[in-house]
């Protein structure tokens, strides 16, 4: 499982002209799910984005749990695209779609059960994603 993190000062996603879901300061999390992933990844991946220190603060960096932040999570089969042959990516590490939704649920779901607020996207919609990056900081985790 795979996400791109990004510490934003807004978040927001839209489908079929309509806003979704939006998030002010805090982070949006782009989530890609791969084949063999299972529940324990998303708990772990959820646990990392909740708690990566990417905030300054008086007393060091401090996470979106210390602060109270919101996340926005957005599922994202583009993270599993191999593009080392040729111009076309190949999915082939992608989970299938009816595997990858509950997975990316889960992230949601944990990142809840945490204390954060979650905002989600529309899972395999054609979706706006709007985001204004603080820093920037933006990273990849991998579990």
Known sequence: MRAVVTRVSSASVE???EVVGAVGRGLLALVGVGRGDGVEQAR???????????????????????LGLPVRVVSQVTLYGDTRKGRRPSWVE??????????????????????????????????????????????????
């Open 15 to 17: 489908v079929d002209g």
């Open 44 to 66: 772990e991946l959820a646990r990392k984005v909740h708690g990566l220190r990417v905030f300054p603060g008086e007393a060091g960096e401090r996470s979106a749990s210390d």
């Open 94 to 143: 992608a989970a299938p779609g009816e595997e990858a939704e509950p997975l990316v649920a889960a992230v949601a779901a944990e990142l809840r059960a945490r204390g954060a607020e979650v905002a989600t996207g529309v899972f395999g919609a054609a979706m706006r994603v709007a985001s204004v990056n603080e820093g920037p900081m933006t990273l990849l985790l991998e579990v």
